[in-house]
């Protein structure tokens, strides 16, 4: 996988992590343990995303 595809890759499934995030937290009773799964799951693509772009 090329570093384009990679840095695209990330991104896409950074977008699909915020709109399951989104998603959870629009029910009436969000589950507080699948929302941080998620949102750290988010955070580390985030910084990895970061990571390759400054290379």
């Known amino acids: 996988m090329s570093y384009v ?3 695209e890759s990330l991104k896409s499934k ?3 992590l915020d709109e ?3 998603k959870e937290t629009s029910r ?3 589950d507080t343990t699948t929302l941080k ?3 750290m799951e988010k955070l ?3 910084e990895e995303i970061s990571r390759l ?3």
């Open 5 to 7: 595809e990679r840095l």
């Open 14 to 16: 950074h977008a699909a």
């Open 20 to 22: 399951r995030v989104q």
């Open 28 to 30: 009436p009773l969000p």
């Open 37 to 39: 799964r998620l949102k």
């Open 44 to 46: 580390r693509i985030k």
């Open 53 to 55: 772009s400054r290379n």
